[in-house]
């Protein structure tokens, strides 16, 4: 069954909730910024706070070979990794290899948001500006799984209007996806989550952004979806 995984972007020290396509461009869009800033740099911060439940934290952002153990060491449960995977926007193998060898597959989530061209999802990179060499299809996904052991899926051109989910790309991603998947992008209602597991089988789990009432929205409750993965989990039990 479907659940709700809740996601925190921070940006520039901010949390804060943009509009995917516009990332890192001139034309910047926010739909919310927290009025505090982050000041510490991030590794001191997990140290520094205990997880409840410990190792429950996944972490992405300039993860590489060399600092991904540690965000592990300071209290990450997984680290996340998309750029450096894509060197000059290019694929390589070896690097997943080298990753997934030091931090071990388990503890390693591979992000494959991506952007739509005519009938196909291409990987994007440096905050979705750039796209790769890759594919998101059954035979991609299956080669990045033996590597490691989530996906994270930011539709990145609906990120941040929330005006519905990418149905499709959704649909796939319950058909190729061999180990667990988060999809992010464009959720709007409670009925996004149930439509999520409608679509994927139970497959693909959902995290909300924009509409969400913790980040300004009204549209979606925190507490409501709350209550959802309760009654899931007794669901599942």
Not at 111 to 121: A, F, I, L
Not at 206 to 224: E, R
Request: glycine share 8%; proline share 3%; net charge negative.
């Amino acid at each position: 069954m479907s659940v709700f995984r809740p996601c925190i972007d921070l940006h520039n020290g901010q949390v804060k909730q943009i509009v995917g396509g516009t990332l890192d461009t001139a034309d910047l869009k926010t739909n919310f910024v927290s009025v505090l800033v982050f000041r510490h740099p991030p590794e001191l911060a997990l140290a520094d706070t205990p997880l409840d439940p410990p190792d429950s934290l996944h972490l992405g952002g300039g993860i590489t070979d060399e600092n991904a153990l540690q965000w592990l060491d300071a209290g990450a449960e997984k680290v996340i990794v998309t750029s450096y995977l894509f060197p000059k926007a290019t694929f390589d193998l070896e690097r997943l290899r080298r990753l997934s060898e030091k931090v071990e597959k388990r503890r390693l989530v591979v992000d494959v948001s991506c952007r739509r061209r005519k009938s196909e999802w291409v990987v994007a990179m440096n905050r979705w500006q750039d796209l790769t060499t890759m594919v998101v299809n059954e035979e991609s996904l299956a080669l990045l799984s033996d590597y490691s052991s989530e996906f994270l899926i930011h539709a990145a051109d609906v990120e941040g209007l929330c005006q519905g989910i990418d149905e499709e790309l959704v649909e796939k991603l319950g058909e190729w996806s061999k180990i667990p998947a988060t999809y992010a992008g464009g959720a709007r209602s409670i009925d996004d989550l149930r439509l999520v597991d409608t679509l994927s089988k139970g497959r693909v789990d959902l995290t909300y952004g924009s509409a969400l009432d913790i980040f300004g929205g009204t549209q979606v409750k925190f507490d409501d979806l709350v209550a959802y993965n309760t009654a899931a989990g007794s669901a599942r039990v």
